[in-house]
Nanobody, 118 residues
Framework: QVQLVESGGGLVQPGGSLTLSCAAS????????MGWYRQVPGKQRELVAT???????NYVDSVKGRFTISRDNVKDTVYLQMNSLKAEDTAVYYC????????????WGQGTQVTVSS
C-alpha cells in the first residue's frame, strides 16, 4: 500500500516562508511526476506546481518567482519552498504523485494547512 505523508504546514505572517515536504512510502517501483495542489473552502482544488522525475517544473502564475518545487528521487520526496507568502496563499495543500506499483496511478496526501495571517 502506498502512502504520501505531508509535513511542514502552519501559521506564518505575510512575507514569511514555509517549506512543505511529502514523502512517498510503500511497495513502490517508481515515482513519476509529483506535485502540490491547494484548496480553499468553496473552491476547486488548484494546481500549484509539478515536477517530473527528470526535474522539469511547472507553476501556476500566481506563485511564479515565490515558490520552488524540488524533489529527491532517492527518498521519493517532494518539497515546496514557499517565500514571500501572501494571505491569498492560505489553503490546505495536498501532495500528489504518479506512482508505479503493480499498476500506475495517482495518489494523494492527506493535506496540510497553510495559514498566512498577521
Amino acid at each position: 500500500q502506498v502512502q504520501l505523508v505531508e509535513s511542514g504546514g502552519g501559521l506564518v505572517q505575510p512575507g514569511g516562508s514555509l517549506t512543505l515536504s511529502c514523502a512517498a512510502s510503500g511497495s513502490i517501483f517508481r515515482v513519476y511526476t509529483m506535485g502540490w495542489y491547494r484548496q480553499v473552502p468553496g473552491k476547486q482544488r488548484e494546481l500549484v506546481a509539478t515536477i517530473t522525475r527528470g526535474g522539469n517544473t511547472n507553476y501556476v502564475d500566481s506563485v511564479k518567482g515565490r515558490f520552488t518545487i524540488s524533489r529527491d528521487n532517492v527518498k521519493d520526496t517532494v518539497y515546496l519552498q514557499m517565500n514571500s507568502l501572501k494571505a491569498e496563499d492560505t489553503a490546505v495543500y495536498y501532495c500528489n504523485a504518479d506512482i508505479q506499483t503493480a499498476s500506475r496511478q495517482p495518489y494523494w496526501g492527506q493535506g496540510t494547512q497553510v495559514t498566512v495571517s498577521s
